[in-house]
C-alpha cells in the first residue's frame, strides 16, 4: 500500500524532526549547531534564501529585542558573554528554518493521521477560520465606510467588542449546523474510527 | 506570547510537554462527556472562532491596537476544558500554519493560556457573578491575560538558574526573575484593563445576539 | 459628479474582478448595476465608496481623485465620507451599537451635530423604528435591520447612496416597502442587484458587468432587459426545459421577481 508507506514516511520523517529539536536544545557547541543551519539550508537548496527570509521576519524582532537588552544589562556590569549571544541567535535560526523546511515537506494530512478526530478537527478549524476571517474584515470595513473622524475609544471598544460577540455567536451558531450536516453523511455511524 | 524556540530549555519544556499531554488527555474525556456526537464540529468551530478571535483590536489611547486573545470570553463562555482545548488547537495552527511560535513554546503557551488563562476566567466569573456581573467579567477578561503573563514570565525567568554554562553564563533566554516580571507584566496590565473591558462588553453583546428573536 | 476612468482590481491572492471599467454619473440619476455572481460588483460599490483602492485606473469624485492618501486627509475625507454611503449586503455588517439610537446618532455625533436627537428621532419616524429606539438592533428582524442601516446612513444626508443587493435577504412585504421608499428618494443611487425583474422598479440606467469583468453595457435599463443577446452574454438569463400544462419546452427566461 504505497499510501500507507508514505504515511510512515512522513511520521518518521516528523519523529527525526522532533528528536532533532531536542538534541539541538541539548547540545552547546556553535560548531555543532552552525553544520546543522548549513545541512539545513542545503536540504533547502534553492529556497534556502527564501527559507532564511521567512525566519528573519518571523523571530528577528524578538531576538533583536532581547540581544539588545542583554547586551545594555551585561556590559555596564562586565557580564557581557558575545559566545552566548551568538549561541542563542544561531540556535533560533536553526530551530526556526528546521521547522518552516519540514512544515513545508510534510504532509500535514499523513502526519496526523494518527488520529482521525484531530485531523478533521484541524481541516474544520483551518476553512471555518477562513471564512470567519472575511466576517471580521467586512465588518472592519463598513465601520471604515462609517468613519468621518477619529473615533474615540468608546466607539473603539464598542465595535472590537461587537466583533467578538459576533464571531462567538456564529461559531455557536454553525458548530450546530455542521454536526446536523456531519451527521446526514453518516460520519458518526463509524463507531470504529475513535 | 510568540517565543520563538530555542529560548526554552529541555529540561522546562519537556516536562511541560508530559502535563499539557496528560491535561489534553483529561480535557478530551471531559469535553467529549458533554458535547458526544457534537464534540468535533463544536471544537473546530470555537477554535477558529478563537484563532480569529486574536485578529479583533483592542483599543489603547492613543489610536494604538494590541491584538486581542479572547481568553477569558472563552473561558466564560465555554468552561475551562473546551477553552484548553481550542486555545491550544489555536497555538498548534499558529506553529504549523504560520510559523508563529516555537514548538518547544507550544506546551508553555497551552498550559500558560489555554489552561490557567481559562481556568482563572471561569472561575473568576463564577466566583464573582453573584455579586455584580460587570465586575465578574471584567475580572475573568484581565486575569485571562495576567494570569499567564505571569506564567510566561516565571517560565522565562526561571531559564537561567535551570540551564547554564559551568561559568554562569546563560544558554536560553538570559534574564532572570527580576527582569522577566516586571518586563511582561507591566505592559500586560494595560492590556488586561483593555480585554476587561472588552469582556464585559462583548458578553452583552452576545447575550443580545443569542435572545429570542421578537416577534 | 462621479467619473471612473480605466479601473482595474485585483484580488490580493491573485484574480482580477475588475477589468477597464470606465463610466461618469451625474448628480441625481438613478443607476442599476447587474451582473451574475461573482463579476464584482460588490467589489465596484467598494471603490466607489473609497474603501477598496483599485489596483490601476483613476476614480474622481466631483473632479477630485479618490485615493487612501487623499481620504487621509481631514477635511476631504469628512465630506467624502459624509456624501457617499455604502449599505453593506447584510445589514449584521454594519451594525455594532447598543441600541437602534446609539447606532442612527453615530455618525452625526462624529461631526458634533447640535440637534442629533432631533435628528435621530425625525430618522427613526421616517422607517418606522420610533418604538425600536432602545433596542438593541441584534435582537431586530433582517428587515428591521436594514432599516436601522439605512436610517443610520440617510441620517447624514449623503449625496450618493450605495446599496449592495438590497433586497436579497428581505422578505416580499419588505422588498415592497424599499422600492417605494427609494423610487421616492432624492439622491444618487447606484443599486447593485442579480435580480433582473427588480431592476426596472430600481432605476432608469443599467450597467452591466460581465463575467469576463468588464463593463457589457451602459444605457437605459429598458432597452437592456429587449435586447435578449446581451442579457444571455451576461448571465442574467437562463434556459431549461419547463412545462406550461402539456407542453414541454426550452427558453429563455429569468425566475426572480422576489
Known amino acids: 500500500m504505497r499510501l500507507e508507506r508514505h504515511a510512515y514516511l512522513d ?45 528573519v521576519l518571523a523571530v528577528g524582532p524578538f531576538c533583536l529585542v532581547v540581544s539588545v537588552s542583554y547586551a545594555v544589562l551585561t556590559i555596564p556590569s562586565g557580564q557581557f558573554s558575545g559566545g552566548y549571544l551568538v ?43 477562513l471564512t470567519l476571517r472575511r466576517v471580521v474584515e467586512d465588518y472592519r470595513l463598513a465601520l471604515k465606510g462609517r468613519t468621518l473622524v477619529r473615533l474615540g475609544l468608546r466607539d473603539r471598544y ?6 467578538a460577540a459576533r464571531l462567538l455567536a456564529k461559531g455557536l451558531h454553525q458548530s450546530g449546523e455542521i454536526a446536523l450536516a456531519m451527521r446526514a453523511r453518516g460520519f458518526f455511524d463509524d463507531t470504529s474510527s475513535r | 506570547m510568540h517565543i520563538p524556540d530555542g529560548f526554552i530549555a529541555p529540561v522546562v519544556y519537556l516536562p511541560a510537554y508530559a502535563v499539557a499531554a496528560g491535561a489534553w488527555a483529561y480535557a478530551v474525556r471531559r469535553v467529549q462527556a458533554s458535547l458526544d456526537e457534537n464534540t468535533l464540529p463544536f471544537l473546530a468551530v470555537m477554535t477558529a472562532a478563537a484563532f480569529v478571535l486574536m485578529m479583533v483590536a483592542i483599543p489603547l489611547p492613543g489610536g494604538t491596537t494590541v491584538h486581542a486573545a479572547g481568553i477569558g470570553l472563552l473561558g466564560v463562555l465555554l468552561g475551562v476544558w473546551t477553552t484548553f482545548l481550542s486555545v491550544s ?4 495552527l499558529q506553529a504549523l500554519l504560520f510559523g508563529a511560535g516555537g514548538i518547544t513554546a507550544l506546551p508553555v503557551n497551552a498550559l500558560a493560556m489555554g489552561l490557567a488563562g481559562g481556568a ?35 517560565a522565562l525567568g526561571i531559564q537561567p538558574l535551570v540551564a547554564h554554562a559551568p561559568d554562569g553564563t546563560p544558554r536560553f533566554f538570559p534574564f532572570g526573575l527580576s527582569v522577566t516580571l516586571p518586563a511582561v507584566l507591566l505592559p500586560h496590565l494595560i492590556v488586561a484593563i483593555g480585554e476587561g473591558i472588552l469582556t464585559v462588553i462583548a458578553y452583552r453583546y452576545l447575550a443580545a445576539l443569542r435572545a429570542p428573536r421578537a416577534a | 459628479m462621479i467619473h471612473l476612468s480605466a479601473i482595474r482590481h485585483d484580488f490580493p491572492d491573485g484574480p482580477r474582478v475588475l477589468e477597464d471599467i470606465s463610466f461618469a454619473i451625474e448628480p441625481g440619476e438613478k443607476v442599476v448595476l447587474l451582473g451574475a455572481n461573482g463579476t464584482g460588483k460588490s467589489t465596484l460599490l467598494r471603490v466607489l465608496s473609497g474603501l477598496v483602492a483599485p489596483s490601476a485606473g483613476e476614480y474622481r469624485y466631483r473632479g477630485q481623485r479618490v485615493t487612501l492618501a487623499a481620504l487621509r486627509d481631514r477635511e476631504f475625507g469628512r465630506r467624502f465620507r459624509r456624501e457617499v454611503v455604502l449599505l453593506f449586503q447584510h445589514p449584521d455588517t454594519m451594525i455594532f451599537n447598543p441600541t437602534v439610537h446609539e447606532e442612527i446618532a453615530f455618525g452625526p455625533r462624529q461631526l458634533r451635530l447640535p440637534d442629533v436627537d432631533e435628528r435621530v428621532r425625525h430618522w427613526a419616524e421616517v422607517f418606522g423604528l420610533t418604538d425600536c429606539l432602545d433596542r438593541p438592533p441584534f ?12 436610517a443610520a446612513l440617510l441620517v447624514l444626508e449623503p449625496d450618493l447612496l450605495l446599496l449592495d443587493e438590497p433586497t436579497a435577504h428581505l422578505d416580499p412585504r419588505s422588498v415592497g416597502w424599499l422600492v417605494d421608499f427609494l423610487s421616492a428618494l432624492k439622491v444618487t443611487l447606484v443599486v447593485a442587484t442579480h435580480n433582473l425583474s427588480l431592476a426596472p422598479e430600481l432605476g432608469e ?12 453595457y451602459d444605457g437605459d435599463l429598458t432597452s437592456l432587459l429587449r435586447d435578449q443577446e446581451r442579457l444571455i452574454a451576461a448571465n442574467l438569463v437562463h434556459t431549461h426545459r419547463h412545462r406550461h400544462g402539456a407542453i414541454e419546452h426550452r427558453h429563455f427566461h429569468s425566475h426572480d421577481w422576489d
Not at chain 1, 97 to 122: D, I
Not at chain 1, 158 to 163: F, K, N, T
Open chain 1, 11 to 55: 511520521r518518521a520523517a516528523l519523529l527525526c524532526y522532533l528528536a532533532t529539536v531536542v538534541a539541538l536544545t541539548s547540545v552547546h557547541d556553535l560548531r555543532v549547531l552552525g553544520a546543522a543551519l548549513a545541512l539545513t539550508l542545503a536540504v533547502a537548496g534553492g529556497g534556502a534564501l527564501g527559507l532564511m527570509r521567512r525566519v
Open chain 1, 87 to 129: 549561541l542563542v541567535n544561531l540556535r533560533v535560526a536553526v530551530l526556526t528554518s528546521l521547522t518552516f523546511l519540514v512544515m513545508e515537506r510534510v504532509n500535514l494530512a499523513r502526519a496526523l493521521g494518527f488520529s482521525r478526530g484531530l485531523l478533521y478537527v484541524v481541516t474544520l478549524a483551518t476553512s471555518q477560520a
Open chain 1, 158 to 163: 464598542r465595535h472590537s467588542a461587537a466583533s
Open chain 2, 89 to 92: 488547537l489555536v497555538l498548534l
Open chain 2, 120 to 154: 482563572s476566567a471561569w472561575l473568576a466569573f463564577t466566583g464573582l457573578r453573584g455579586w455584580n456581573g460587570r465586575v465578574a467579567l471584567f475580572t475573568a477578561g484581565a486575569v485571562s491575560v495576567l494570569v499567564p503573563a505571569l506564567l510566561i514570565a516565571l
Open chain 3, 139 to 150: 435582537s431586530l428582524s433582517g428587515g428591521e435591520k436594514q432599516k436601522v442601516c439605512l
Open chain 3, 205 to 216: 440606467r443599467a450597467l452591466v458587468l460581465g463575467e469576463d469583468h468588464r463593463l457589457l
